[in-house]
Nanobody, 122 residues
Framework: QVQLVESGGGLVQAGGSLRLSCAAS????????MGWYHQAPGKQRELVAV???????NYADSVKGRFTISRDSAKNMVYLQMNSLIPEDTAVYHC????????????????WGQGTQVTVSS
């Protein structure tokens, strides 16, 4: 099993910056991907950014040029640097991981953190 814990959310003015961190723990055999999704009230959870084990990165169109995802594979950490924040970025940001871990050594499983609130005021 894998546990994901996010940190770094908060309240920020439009145009400001925030850095989110996510720590993965557990008996991880192979981390396949880590990233971030966000969910605003009344809306579905949407991809923000994901980085795979081979280094491939996908960003939502709405955050390209403003957000940067990075990882520390040795520590099973993933980060999201958010710059030029706008009110539309307001949401709960959930850390995401796809991993093979004990006891499911032959299965890739998706994991989600509980989320951290990001609020951008105008």
């Amino acid at each position: 099993q894998v546990q994901l814990v996010e940190s770094g959310g908060g309240l920020v003015q439009a145009g400001g910056s925030l850095r989110l961190s996510c720590a993965a723990s557990g008996a991880i055999f192979s981390m396949k991907a880590m990233g971030w999704y966000h969910q605003a009230p009344g809306k579905q959870r949407e991809l923000v950014a994901v980085i795979t084990s081979d280094g491939t990165i996908n960003y939502a169109d709405s955050v390209k040029g403003r957000f940067t995802i990075s990882r520390d594979s040795a520590k099973n950490m993933v980060y999201l640097q958010m710059n030029s924040l706008i009110p539309e970025d307001t949401a709960v940001y959930h850390c995401y991981a796809r991993a093979v871990s004990r006891p499911y050594y032959s299965a890739e499983i998706n994991y989600w953190g509980q989320g951290t609130q990001v609020t951008v005021s105008s």
